[in-house]
């Protein structure tokens, strides 16, 4: 199976992200991993990335694919899932192309769709200890004392990233460049949508059906079995 994780931040991507990596052992893939370890390992392509890094500008998607390519190629005939990528349409282009060029495509994509408010509530509920880093949550994770650490009594506060300001950037973001990604595949991958507003163990369970389902057709894969989008909104 080769798989892209697609949704919203804060839709869970990271814990489903896990749970389908133990279940199905498939390679995770993540493009802020490789750009760490390439840049890490010093190879040619890290240090590339390194020099745009370096002066604060975007590292470009040609540069970010090529290194998802060469850690797929890595992954010889075994399955992927891609977390974080591709993040723009753009990305998503390139990807193919190059993956076209080692005779390989992507399967399935996963779509966590959540709700705006969800994610809000989500996101600028979390409270955070300056001293152990314990995360909280104003309703769903609260501290013994409201506002204070259970662990070193710290006075818990609001990361930066948490902020209302900084989520509603972040959603707005995601529907103008990310959204588009799924319309993208649907022209010649399986699309899932599924919905996250359920909790994470709900939505592992729809992920699994999916999975179970779809896995023989990724094996035998018949003219009529790929094409088109399956939408599952319940
Ligand atoms: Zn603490």
Redesign the pocket.
Known sequence: MRIVLLGAPGAGKGTQCKRIVARYRLLHLSSGDILRTDRAADTELGRKAGSYMDSGALVPDKIIVEMMTEQIKKAADDGFILDGFPRTVNQAEELDKSLASIGRKIDIVLNLKIDDRLVAARMTGRRS??????VYHIENLKPDVEGV??????E?VQRPDDSPEVVANRLENYHLQTEPVVDYYKNNSTVYDIDANKNADEVSTLIDDLLLTSAPKTENRGPNVSEGSIVNSK
């Not at 200890?129 to 314990?134: E, I, L, M, N």
């Open positions: 200890c300056p001293q152990c880093g314990a650490c259970d662990n070193d009594g710290a818990l």
